[in-house]
């Protein structure tokens, strides 16, 4: 049986991100993630997980401008002080909220003639970042994204990933697989899932195309849900979809 997650940056928006604990317990839901939980102080954020006996699975790491268009910090050369920087305010709120990943987002590349060097400097942030959540027994994952939504992506397929883990081979460094961004880059999430689930730390779904609840789109989830049963990984599973509908509507997938 497989372990869900709920999102809290995009699921239960009709509630404040402070309320949408309680409504994710409500929902049926043992466990959260949030993309960036730091517009909460982490307290707060631990005050809400006890009180609803709700465990925070996953962050991400600061990511500045990335999702307004911008570069981001991780593979940014110029921002190696700022990434640092963000690295050390998501260790504060990893060592009293105990998630079990912490997620870098390797962000894009605008200038083409500069992505080796970009793709460098991420390397070399993620292995910093490894650095810093080992000794917490924290896993650090990163995660590809399509370049359809986010053009300029420096990681954006699972055999960069692949590629990656072992230029660094760092223990505690794994993969976040994003199903909906594998499947709008083409490739076959059940296969990918299967042959390398001894990598992955978090997996993360939406349907494809829209990025829907599953239904909504064209993928199979009750063939990819049953395939990572089938892979052995043992981790946590995170809806992270834009609901269509209310949130509430969006979770017949839950009670399948």
Known sequence: MLNFTANLSLLFTEDTLIE??????????????????YDLCATDIKN???????????????AADLLQGGEGLACVPEKRDQFRQAVAQAVEYAKLLKPEAVNVLPGRCLDKTRLEQYLQTFKENLGY???????LGIKTVFEAVNTHDMPGFIIHSGAQMLDV??????????????????????EKPETFIDEHADKIGHIQFADCPGRGQPGTGRIDFGRVFSAIEDSGYSGWVGAEYKPVGTTAESLDWLTA
């Open 20 to 37: 949408r604990f309680k409504a994710a317990k409500q929902a049926g839901f043992n466990a959260v993630e949030i993309q960036f939980p």
């Open 48 to 62: 809400k997980l006890d009180e609803y006996g709700l465990k925070l699975v996953l962050f991400n790491i600061a």
């Open 129 to 135: 970042a490894a650095e810093a959540f080992s000794p």
């Open 165 to 186: 883990l072992d230029q660094l081979n760092r223990p505690g460094l794994f993969m976040q697989y994003d199903i909906y961004h594998m499947q709008m880059m083409g």
